[in-house]
């Protein structure tokens, strides 16, 4: 299925999880300073491990930058 | 100074934008005495250099995640709970802007995004005109500070209507902290000696020819505003005031000619 992450396309096996999706990606240890929207929907981190993310989704995986 | 529940000894807040290195960030942060900086969340990129949250760790400074970029109350609404989940922290400095250019305050989409965000439990510190009306509509939808902007983020321009900045400051007991603008110390001084209780800075830091010097002497301005405030400054007069007696003035002297 394809997903949109960061404005890219991106090819997951149906059923993957937020957070086997936020593994894919360069983030750093810990998940320090990271946030997920599905849709622009918040996804707590408590719920990363069972929300499968959806076929079409647009996810946004946002990192702790300098800024302000 | 205290916002919310938390008392800080520091009345210098650092934004952390337009640093070139994470090391020159760790100074500034040393210089500056700061207890509180900002903080933003961005799409995840393979280039980023390093863990700015690292830096903030080492530090034990608190964490002040901003909304910047958000145009609209709905986008800065969903990025506070980003933030809130990214941060482990319910504070925010809540930016909405009208434009890109100007990059001011969108006053009715910020209140709008005020008061949602305070209506989910969130301490909000929002980045306003320096408008008092505006400024007490925040106040009435709870946000936890006013933060109003002395000239556009950025600009360098310091505090160009100071006698607005007053009566922010005249009719609230919310702490007010100045906001963007700031160039250089005297403008940090200057703040405090209007009555806020703490500034603000970052490019003013971060893109000085010396950031961790300019860090110091901003450290300085701020303290040396609020000492001014204390102490209580003369009034301004149109016409000098003699600091010498013209009692026993010689009999040499000749009286000034009248005019």
């Given at each position: 299925m394809t997903v949109t992450v960061n404005g890219e396309p991106r090819q997951l096996v149906p059923g993957t999880t937020v957070a086997e999706l936020v593994d894919q990606l360069d983030v750093p240890a810990g998940h320090r300073g990271v946030a997920v929207a599905v849709d622009a929907e918040v996804v707590p981190r408590t719920e990363w491990d069972t929300t499968e993310v959806p076929d079409g989704a647009r996810v946004e995986i946002l990192v702790a930058i300098q800024g302000g | 100074m205290q916002i919310a529940d938390v008392r800080f000894n520091s009345r210098l807040l650092l934004g952390t934008g337009g640093f070139t290195s994470l090391d020159t960030l760790g100074?500034?942060?040393?210089?500056?005495?700061?207890?509180?900086v900002t903080v933003a969340l961005r799409r995840v990129s393979p280039d980023a250099r390093g863990s700015i949250m690292d830096v903030l760790d080492r530090h034990g400074v608190r964490l002040l995640p901003n909304t910047a970029g958000c145009f609209t109350a709905r986008d800065a609404v969903t990025t506070a709970r980003l933030a809130r989940e990214a941060f482990g922290t319910d504070w925010v400095?809540?930016?909405?802007?009208g434009d890109d250019r100007t990059l001011l305050?969108?006053?009715p989409q910020l209140l709008e995004a005020a008061e949602e965000l305070v209506d989910e439990g969130f301490v909000v510190l929002p980045y306003t005109n320096d408008d008092p009306i505006l400024?007490?509509?925040?106040?009435?939808?709870?946000?936890?500070?006013?933060m109003?902007?002395?000239?556009p983020i950025g600009s360098g321009m310091g505090i160009r209507n100071p006698y607005n900045l007053s009566i922010i400051r005249d009719q609230t007991e919310l702490p007010v902290i100045l906001d963007?603008?700031?160039?250089?110390a005297s403008d940090a001084a200057l703040a405090m000696e209007l009555g806020c209780d703490a500034v603000l800075c970052a490019s003013a830091i971060s893109r000085a020819e010396e950031p961790v010097a300019m860090a110091t002497a901003i450290r300085k301005g701020v303290e040396a505003g609020i000492?001014?405030?204390r102490a209580g400054r003369i009034p301004r007069r149109l016409y000098a005031e003699?600091?010498?007696?013209?009692e026993g003035v010689p009999g040499y002297a000749h009286a000034p000619t009248e005019r």
């Amino acid at each position: 299925m394809t997903v949109t992450v960061n404005g890219e396309p991106r090819q997951l096996v149906p059923g993957t999880t937020v957070a086997e999706l936020v593994d894919q990606l360069d983030v750093p240890a810990g998940h320090r300073g990271v946030a997920v929207a599905v849709d622009a929907e918040v996804v707590p981190r408590t719920e990363w491990d069972t929300t499968e993310v959806p076929d079409g989704a647009r996810v946004e995986i946002l990192v702790a930058i300098q800024g302000g | 100074m205290q916002i919310a529940d938390v008392r800080f000894n520091s009345r210098l807040l650092l934004g952390t934008g337009g640093f070139t290195s994470l090391d020159t960030l760790g100074e500034a942060i040393d210089a500056s005495g700061t207890e509180l900086v900002t903080v933003a969340l961005r799409r995840v990129s393979p280039d980023a250099r390093g863990s700015i949250m690292d830096v903030l760790d080492r530090h034990g400074v608190r964490l002040l995640p901003n909304t910047a970029g958000c145009f609209t109350a709905r986008d800065a609404v969903t990025t506070a709970r980003l933030a809130r989940e990214a941060f482990g922290t319910d504070w925010v400095k809540l930016e909405v802007i009208g434009d890109d250019r100007t990059l001011l305050p969108d006053g009715p989409q910020l209140l709008e995004a005020a008061e949602e965000l305070v209506d989910e439990g969130f301490v909000v510190l929002p980045y306003t005109n320096d408008d008092p009306i505006l400024a007490r509509r925040l106040e009435e939808v709870g946000c936890a500070a006013i933060m109003p902007l002395g000239s556009p983020i950025g600009s360098g321009m310091g505090i160009r209507n100071p006698y607005n900045l007053s009566i922010i400051r005249d009719q609230t007991e919310l702490p007010v902290i100045l906001d963007a603008g700031v160039g250089t110390a005297s403008d940090a001084a200057l703040a405090m000696e209007l009555g806020c209780d703490a500034v603000l800075c970052a490019s003013a830091i971060s893109r000085a020819e010396e950031p961790v010097a300019m860090a110091t002497a901003i450290r300085k301005g701020v303290e040396a505003g609020i000492e001014a405030r204390r102490a209580g400054r003369i009034p301004r007069r149109l016409y000098a005031e003699a600091s010498t007696t013209f009692e026993g003035v010689p009999g040499y002297a000749h009286a000034p000619t009248e005019r």
